[in-house]
């Protein structure tokens, strides 16, 4: 646990919740309006948020093209392009993109993050994916999704290129899937190297962040699941050699918050009324990887999942929580569509700040990622509320420690 | 024949002069400076020129890394994430960027320019390589550059996937190389479509370029030379179905202007005798893909060179040029390194228009891509004089015609 705690912002075109685009403070080409990015950037910034963050994906996000059309996160800006941009029109905030081990080559991609770490000042880090979606593959001339299994073996070594070229060390690299002659043709990272952040929660996925991750994404909607994660991945850093504080867990979570619990509740409630089913049920057989969720009665209890390749620790949880709270695919879908799968939080900002600092201050997370709502209004509504909260109980900084997003995160400069 | 030229700047750290690095009004981490290009950028547009273009390879670029260390461009930026900041500090000047079609797959590289594209309101371009350097390819898990050949298959195919999901048309693409599934998850391009560019010379780059470039650049040292190529390439367009007029041809000119002859000559001569021996030698092997040119004679001629499976047109011209003028490889490597066997003329602003016009007039070009000596200095005498030069006499716009870079040069937009 660190001292204080680290947020981030998840950037998502008109916002985190599935209904997000059509809620009448958002306009549905966000995800292409760089003025709007501008906007929320310069906001997290001026609230010292440690970093802005961005997926990816190399595809349409929803199995159903039809759907896709009906979704807050249907167009974007491809990531890199994006904070290049925003490097440009921010100073201190962290700039974090997602690419992907499956669909790149570790020379192209060290030197491209390395790159954005020059144009920002030492600000860039890495969120390494595998791809674990079957529509990517599809783009990539793939004849099928690579085996969970396969992928990570690919993604060890693509990471151990990568941190090598930044380091300085990965020239003659000859391995199982790439081999590289020259150094990279950049100096060193101004914080030493550009960070390294992870999301994978499977077995191998907790190995390789342990491993080589200073940062870990991650969702867990209750405590218990947040403090068994943590202590789980804490506890494999020292049998590579690493200390439990050189890497920083942090949750999603999703609030909404406002001046009263009644206001928020009315906030929440607007959004959860414009989600239509058809979306929220395609929303849900994405996650869990199966296209003929709509064989299953609506009303009725989630079915019996073949094995997948896909995502499988997302999978677990929402399986899981089906089976808890005995929920038809209807409910399901309605609430894991309002949060994508993250912990939700409607409420004042000491409600939020109460539960933030419970999985801070009980050991469940370093930090958190804040995946607002809508934009910008939901981040509007923390920065404002939530934020100024934390810093009174001197749980979030008043002003950034330094000028590299290491530096924020209180991360060792790599030697 | 345009009725006005069109002209692009070739962006390259300290300056396309070999010696740049070494000039007293230069710095030597330009390449990493965002506020080095920011600035030549901003020049350039208030100049009203059409476009800045970056090239691009993966790789240390001189075969020899001791020597890279000695060259103008040994660092630089990666040019999506360099070309992605400038979008956002500058408003009208297009952005052209070089990348791979032998280490990129065309998914992921149409995406990544069409969000290029959006950010900066229509005025992105590609320029197409089949990376020809062996350098490359050894940081690409290959064990030797593939064929020229191959490599121009694979181009062809990845232009014609790329240009489709562009206008919407390549989702279910199943080819040779490449299979897509998904449009894009973007809209179309407030230009129709990125500006396609290209720089190939041989008989089959030719031929890929009368088929799908929009713009072309080329090297060529004399008028005829310059005539010969381009009457060939507008006279291949009508077997594609296209107008000559569709396709801008645009030479590399390596200008050194000055308000009087001498002070232009002096300038140049300052920077020739910054050229060590070792560089320029070094230089010229990269341009000939040999790399023992240094167990010949450095006083004697060019030895006779093996088949290579690098650039072939670069080679033809630098040979043509070696036997034609009777030069030892020391005085070739020192005039080619001066120029990177480029067109240049040293001279006051008149003298370089006159030069300029009479290939324009004459048609031999419909514009030119600058590349200045070294920076900021030659670029801001290039805008300075030699711009003001071009208006007076009405070769040169005075006013952008457009906010697109299609519209700056004058290309149909695509239906």
Chains 1, 2 share one sequence.
Request: some cysteine; proline content about 5%.
């Amino acid at each position: 646990m660190s001292a204080r705690m680290k947020l981030g912002v998840f950037l998502w075109a008109t916002g985190h919740h599935i209904a997000a685009w059509r809620h009448p403070k958002t306009h549905v080409t966000a995800g292409i309006d760089i003025d709007h990015y501008i906007a929320l950037a310069r906001t997290a910034e001026a609230a010292k948020f440690d970093m802005i963050f961005c997926e990816d994906a190399a595809g349409l996000r929803e199995a159903n093209v039809g759907i896709a059309s009906q979704t807050s996160r249907s167009i974007g800006f491809e990531p890199i392009s994006l904070l290049s941009a925003l490097a440009v029109q921010t100073t201190r905030i962290g700039l974090v993109s997602t690419a992907s081990t499956s669909y790149n080559e570790p020379y192209g991609l060290a030197r491209t993050f390395l790159s954005l770490d020059h144009l920002s000042g030492g600000r860039a880090g890495w969120n390494l994916v595998t791809s674990a979606s079957p529509i990517e593959a599809a783009n990539f001339g793939a004849t099928g999704l690579k085996p969970h299994a396969d992928r990570y073996e690919r993604a060890r070594e693509f990471a151990e290129v990568v941190t090598g070229l930044w380091h300085g060390k990965a020239s003659g690299h000859v391995g199982q899937s790439f081999s590289v002659r020259d150094p990279l043709d950049l100096p060193s990272s101004p914080q030493g190297a550009p960070v390294m952040v992870q999301a994978g929660a499977s077995d191998v996925g907790r190995d390789l962040a342990a491993r080589t991750a200073d940062v870990v994404f991650t969702a867990a909607q209750t405590f218990e699941e947040a403090k068994a994660f943590y202590d789980d991945l804490k506890g494999r850093m020292a049998a590579h050699g690493r200390e439990p504080d050189d890497i920083k867990i942090m949750p999603g979570v999703a609030p909404v918050v406002a001046e009263t619990e009644a206001e928020a509740r009315e906030k929440f409630e607007e959004l959860q009324e414009l989600i239509p089913d058809d979306v929220g049920v395609t929303l849900l057989s994405s996650y869990l990887s199966i296209s003929d969720l709509w064989r299953y009665p609506i009303d009725g209890p989630l079915p019996e999942l073949p094995e997948s390749e896909g995502m499988k620790s997302r999978q677990a949880l929402v399986v899981e929580q089906s089976r808890r709270d005995g929920l038809s695919i209807r409910q399901l879908a309605r609430h894991f569509a309002g949060a994508r799968g993250h912990w939700r939080i409607v409420g004042t900002a000491a409600q939020v700040a109460d539960e933030l600092q419970a999985r801070f201050e009980g050991g469940a997370a370093d930090g958190f990622n804040v995946m607002p709502a809508y934009f910008p209004g939901e981040l509007d509504a923390f920065a404002a509320l939530v934020v100024p909260e934390l810093q009174r109980r001197g749980l979030f900084r008043m002003e950034y420690e330094g000028t590299t997003l290491r530096a924020h995160l209180g991360l060792k400069r790599p030697s």
